[in-house]
Structures are given as C-alpha cells and as structure tokens.
C-alpha cells in the first residue's frame, strides 16, 4: 500500500505532501491542475521513468519546476507498505545533471544509495515487478484506458508475450533452432575430417618412431656418463691451477709489501733525522710552561678588549641617540619655522581681506541680497506679462468677428495691428528681461564674492591664534638643538679616544698569540717525533712477518708445474666440448622425432576423440529439438492459462461495471493467430472494435485493466486510473463510482482516480483531495483534501 507521497519543485508542485490509505483514493481538479504529474512521481519514484518520459514526451529536465520560479532540482519520495515492513523510496533531479541522487530505505534504514541503477533494481525486487508490467497492467495513462485496443492486430500477442515475459521462450526456442543448424554444420566437419584420415597407418608411423627415439636415448645416456666424468677431471685441474696462480700471486704481493714498508721505514728515519737537528736543546716542559702563560696573558687582554669594546658600544649608543634626537629636532624645527612664516603671511592676507570687506560687512551683504531679490520681483513680472501678451495674441488669431477683450467688431486689418503691436510689446519686455538678468546676475556675483571673503577671513582669524604658540615652540626646539649639538660633539671625542685604546689592546693581543702559535708548533713537532720512532719500530716488525710469509710461499710452489696442469686442462675442455656436441645433436634429433611423435599421437588422438564427438553432437542435436518443441508447447499452455486466468477475472468483474443486459459477458480470445477482445451479444460473441460503441468499449477497456492488475500482479492489488470515464455515458459513471466504492474492495486493495467528474467524488473510500492552480499567472498547484 502506498501511503506518502512528497514533491518538491516538481512541475507545478512547489512543495506537496499527500497520505493515502486503502480502498479508492482520488485526486480531483480541472485540466492542468497537477493531478496526473503525482501519479507519473509515483512511477517515477519507482522505476525512475514514466510513461511520457520513455516516449520523449518530456525530458527529464521538464520535471523540474520552470514556472512560477525557476529552480535548478526537483524532488519525490514515496513511502509504501509491502508484506508489513515499511519503505522509502527517492529520487532527486539536478539541471544539466539527470538524477543526482536515488536511495530506498526499509523500516527507515538506509539500504541502497546513490546509485539509481541499483535503487530500481531493489524496488522491482520488492513489488515484484518491473517498468513494462508495471505501466502496462497497473498504471493507466491518461485517456489511455483501451491501450489493448489502440495495440495493432497482429502485435497484441507480442506484446502480452512481453509483459507475460513468454517472449524470452520464443527467443529461446529460436536460440535453439540456431544451435541445431550450428551443432549439424559442426558434426558435419568433424565426420569428413574423420572420413579422410588413415587411423591405422599413423599407428604403425608411432610405434617405428618410439622405437628410434629409445635407441638415441641409449646412445645419448653413455656419452652423458663420459661427459660427467670428463667435467669432474676438469673441475679439479682448474681448482689445481687456480690455487697454483693465486699462490703466486700473493708471494709476489707479499715481495710488494716488504719493498713498500721498507721505503716507509726510510722516509720516517729521514723525518727523525731533521726533527732531532731541530728540537736540540729544547726542553718539552718549558714548552708546556710558555704556552700557559701566553694562553693567560691571551684571556686577560681579551677581557680588557671586551671592557673596552662594552665602553665603545655604551658611548656609541649615546652618540647614535644624540644624533638621532638632532635629526629629529632639526626636521621639528623647519616644519616650525613654515608654519611660522605661513602664520606672518595669513596674518598679511586677513589684514587684506579686512580692508576690501569694510567695517560693515554684514549690513553690505544685507543691501546685496535685497538688490538681488528685487531683480527676481521684475523678472518674474515681465515673464507673467509676457504669457499674457502670447495669450491675447493666441485669441486675437483665433477669432472672426469680435474682439475677446472689448467685443467691438474686429476687421482683419485691425486684427494685425493689434497682433503687431503686443509682439512689439514682448520683444521690448525680452529686452528688459535680458538686461534685468544681466544685473541680477552681477549682483549675485558680488553677493558671492562678500560671502566668500568673510568666510575666509573667519577661518584665517581661527587659524593665526596659534602664532604665538609656534613661535614660543619655534625658539624651545632651537635652544633643545644647540645642546644636542654640543652632546654630540663630546660623544664623538669619546668614542675616537676608546677606539685607539682597543686598537692598542688588540696589537698586544695579536703579538701574544703569535707567539703562543710558534710553542705551538714546536710541541707539535715534539710529538711528531716521539710517534715517528714508534711507527719505526711497529714497521720493522710487520716486514719480519712479511719475510716468514714469503718462505712459506716459496715452499708450497716448489715442485709443481704450471705447464702441465695447463696442458692436461685443454684437453679436458676438448674433449668435454666434443661431447657435449654429440649430446646436443642427439637431443635435437630427439626433439624432432618427439615433437613428429607428438604430432602423429595428437592426430590419432584427435580422429579418437572426433568420433566420441561425432556421438555427443548426435545427441546434443536431439535434445535441443525435444528444448525447442518443450518451449514451444509451455508458449502455448501458458497463453492458455492467462486467457483463462484473464477471463475468469473479467466475468467477475463485467457484470458489476456493465448497467446493461445487452451484453452478458467478455472474454479474451485468440483469433488468427493474435489477441481480439470480444463481447457475448445473446449466444453471440463478437469483437470490441467495429461493433461495441464508445462507452461500451471503455468498460470493456477497463474490465480488461482490472483483469490484467489482478493475473499479472496479484501480489500488489494496486490500479492506477487516469481520467478512466472518457466516452462513458452518465448511468455507466454512476456504476463505476458504485463499483470503485462498493465492490471493487473484492479484487483490489488500493486504487489512485484521477478525475474533473465531480460524481466519481462518490467513489472515495480512502482520501480525496481537490487540485487547484491558477493557470493564467502560472501559479503553484494548491491541494485541499476532501474528507
């Protein structure tokens, strides 16, 4: 059961909500209003299309709402109800994305996202069923109630196939139709490939080559055994004659090493030689003794070098601050003496200003405004008479007999006259008006200037309060300067006196350490010679060793001839080589005839394994024709059991829907090798096309729906009905309330109206709600429920 349903920007739904409950629900609401888009969201939601969006009617964009707003995404979730456990499904659309985003839940736990995919394949799995059975036996398009009939005859039967799923056996028996003819073409190759071979020649060719090959491997193993021997004999020269070539090697490695240390020896005597004629007379304590007290003499100098240099460092400082705060204070000063000669030039200038203004200036500018305002008084007279004089003129060449003003007769002659003389008048009063605005003008601009001189008189008057101020500040800063200069000058005696005592202390220093460097190096010198004359001595006893190891040497070389080991190996790799190429041309010859063995057993083994082929083929070909026939007859007997599945449900049904006795009964039948829809007329039965009329045909049309919901999807018990009463005539609408209220409860547990009909409101024994939208503004869809 569906119980929920929500959208967001979706179509014309801005944000909807809608519970729904067993029995009938019904969505009401004129054409435009929304209804359908929550049914193909409910389809939607499921199998992520709809029937519209898989025709292309509509893209998938054209879900997302556009009017009365433009949004970028839309949004459905459905809750529903199957086998007590409850679900959620959703989709989510994005602009230029497709569906971003797709989940299902069970019990409100997530189970599958975000894959839409995956999320379809779930749902199937719980309704069990898919899109095609879904919107061809539950799901009824709007105006699409008789989609078996719009069907073209001939197609009927594939279709149901389809939906019955019955089309993969045909696929499959033609499958296996393919298979035989491939199977035969097989069986056929294999019996001529078979029917030219010779299977007892290519024996008698194996055994004579088995025979060959265990002669060569005979001869093969007696030149292997030679070979080993051969290359142990040879193995043991060359590991005689590499211990003869490294003996010799080492003695005269060893001959090397006495040569070399010898030579060591005399170069250290050398060295001992001249460090003896150096250190004569030079005791090694009194060298110890100086370079202690030139290592102090060092620190003590340094430590004054380092108060001097702290003393250098602190009269620095306050040389760098004097002459920092001189810097400063001169830059003070200067910026002191420009305001003080700006302050002698502003005084100047307000002295100036005070003489143009006058004493008076207020009352001046008193005169200038009321000169300025009469200006304005004559202007705007002279414009008012102006406006008259265009009025009179206007009515004087607007009238025939009479003047406007005193009513006398007015000839044509006269009319000009008075026309000339008021346009004299106006070109006088322009030239008034120019002249007046010239003056007025004038007097303006001295009003400005007045107004512009007090202004900055005022402002130099603030401004010069504080001359006396700089100029007590001006004559600080110079007294403050004339000190710092004096500081620092004496800093700077201070610091040339201090730098000559650490130049002096630093040459005392230099010349100690000179000195301490040459003990130094006489010590080092010392050591030097102490080391040599034990290097001596550790150099003569290696060259003894050397000697013993070259007696050693001598002896196990004595008596053993390199030549002749050397001959005795040559041989050995000859011979060792002569037969390793007999061994390599007998295991090419073995190959050969192994690899032709090979090949004649793969054949003799290939012609016995065709046969045993033949035979499998043989029956593989008669079990897929006895497949194809078993196909064929299940095709038949499950059309059969879905005619009588569809029949018995729709003479259940038609008696309740049909109000009339004209027709008694519908069945299914099959005519010609496709589905007709027929109706018993009497003992009659005739086809639903060509004889039943418009309303007829619906309530068959529907009766067939029904029966369709309830054979191909039991388990859900669900109809969808979009606008279900088109060509029913009023008795046949009441009877279809009735039925979707009272009876149709017996076969179908949830069923979803759509309607404009207010008299199938009756039919509502779950909720009902009425769609409204203002279509002309291009409103949102407004939901109001009924009960």
């Given amino acids: 059961m569906i119980t929920n349903v929500k959208l967001k920007n979706w179509r014309s739904h801005a944000s909807s909500e809608l519970n729904f409950n067993k029995g009938t629900n019904a969505l009401v609401g004129h054409i435009g209003s929304g209804k359908t888009t929550i049914l193909d969201s409910i389809c939607f939601a499921f199998f992520g299309t709809f029937p519209n969006l898989q025709a292309r009617k509509l893209k998938l964009e ?19 109800q199957v086998d007590d456990k409850t679900y959620s499904v959703k989709r989510i659309i994005e602009k230029r994305k497709g569906t971003t985003y797709s989940e299902i839940r069970e019990n409100n736990k997530l189970v599958e996202a975000p894959s839409p995919q995956r999320v379809t394949e779930i749902v199937e799995k719980i309704l069990k069923v898919d899109y095609e059975l879904f919107s061809k036996a539950i799901y009824s398009e709007q105006n699409a109630l008789d989609y078996f009939l719009t069907i073209p005859k001939g197609q009927r039967m594939r279709k149901i196939d389809e939906l019955l799923m019955i089309d993969k056996f045909e696929r499959a028996r033609a499958n296996a139709t393919t298979l035989v003819n491939r199977v035969v073409e097989r069986k056929s190759a294999k019996q001529s490939m078979v029917d030219q071979s010779d299977m007892g020649e290519l024996e008698t060719i194996v055994n004579d080559l088995k025979s060959q090959l265990d002669n060569i491997l005979s001869e093969k193993v007696q030149l292997e055994n030679e070979n080993s021997e051969t290359t142990r004999k040879r193995a043991f020269l060359e590991k005689e004659l590499k211990e003869l070539y490294k003996l010799l090697e080492n003695f005269e490695a060893l001959k090397r090493d006495e040569k070399g240390i010898t030579s060591a020896m005399q170069e250290i005597s050398d060295v001992v030689s001249k460090l003896e004629g150096t250190l004569a007379n030079i005791d090694k304590d009194s060298l110890r003794e100086n370079i202690s007290a030139s290592t102090r003499l060092v620190d003590e100098l340094t430590n004054l070098l380092n108060e001097k240099n702290n003393d250098y460092q602190k009269f620095l400082s306050q040389y760098s601050r004097s002459k920092t705060e001189h810097e400063l204070y001169k830059k003070e000063l200067n910026k002191l003496n420009d305001q003080f000669e700006e302050m002698v030039e502003l005084q100047k200038e307000a002295e100036r200003l005070k003489k143009r203004t006058g004493k008076d200036s207020d009352n001046e500018i008193d005169k200038k405004k009321i000169l300025v305002e009469e200006y304005i008084g004559k202007l705007e007279s002279i414009k008012i008479r102006m406006n008259d004089l265009v009025d009179v003129i206007d009515q004087l060449s607007s009238v025939k007999a009479k003047c406007p003003i005193c009513e006398s007769k007015l000839t044509e002659e006269k009319k000009i006259v008075l026309i000339k003389q ?82 002096d202390v630093q040459g005392k220093i230099n010349t100690v350490q000179d000195d301490n460097q040459k003990f130094e190096i006489m010590l080092l010198h010392m050591r030097n010679y102490e080391a040599s004359k034990v290097r001596i001595e550790e150099l003569n006893s290696q060259r003894n060793r050397i000697l013993a190891h070259l007696q050693e040497a001598d002896r196990l070389i004595a008596g053993r001839n390199i030549q002749m080991i050397e001959n005795e190996l040559r041989h050995a790799v000859g011979r060792e080589r002569e037969v390793s190429a007999k061994i390599t041309a007998l295991d090419k010859l073995v190959s050969e005839r192994e690899s032709r063995l090979k090949e004649l057993e793969t054949s003799l083994s290939v012609g016995k394994r065709e046969k ?105 018990r669900w109809l969808f009905l979009d606008e279900p009463t088109q060509n029913l005539d009023t008795a046949s609408v009441n009877v279809l309330a009735n039925t979707l209220r009272d009876r149709i409860g017996e076969f179908i547990d949830q069923c979803f109206l759509i309607t404009h009909q207010s008299e199938l409101e009756d039919a509502v024994t779950g909720n009902a709600y009425r769609l409204e939208r203002d279509k002309a503004n291009d409103g949102y869809t407004q939901i109001i429920q009924l009960n």
């Fill in 612 to 716: 045993e082929e033949i035979k499998k083929l043989d029956h593989t070909i008669l079990q897929l024709k006895i497949f194809g026939k078993a196909l064929e007859e299940t095709q038949i007997q499950l059309r059969q059991e879905f005619i009588i599945s569809v029949n018995a449900a729709m003479n259940r049904l038609w008696e309740t829907l049909y109000p009339y006795q004209d027709f008694s009964g519908i069945r299914l039948n099959v005519e010609e090798g496709d589905y007709v829809l027929q109706l018993q007329s009497r003992n009659e039965w005739v086809n639903v096309e060509g004889i039943a009329s418009g309303g007829e045909r619906s309530i068959a049309a529907l009766t067939l729906r029904i029966a369709f919901s309830l054979v191909l999807a039991p388990q859900l």
């Fill in 422 to 503: 008021k346009q004299k008048e106006i070109h006088d009063l322009n030239e008034d008006l120019e002249r007046f605005s010239r003056q007025k003008q004038i007097a303006e601009e001295d009003l400005r200037n007045i107004e512009r001189s007090i202004n900055k008189l005022k402002e130099l008057v603030i401004v010069t309060k504080n001359f006396e101020e700089i100029k007590s500040n001006r004559e600080e800063v110079q007294n403050i300067l004339k000190v710092l200069i004096e500081n620092t000058s004496s800093y700077e005696k201070e610091l040339i006196k201090i730098k000559k005592e650490l130049s």
């Fill in 62 to 80: 054209d879900l997302i709402m556009n009017k009365p707003s433009i949004k970028d995404m839309a949004e459905v979730e459905v809750s529903f």
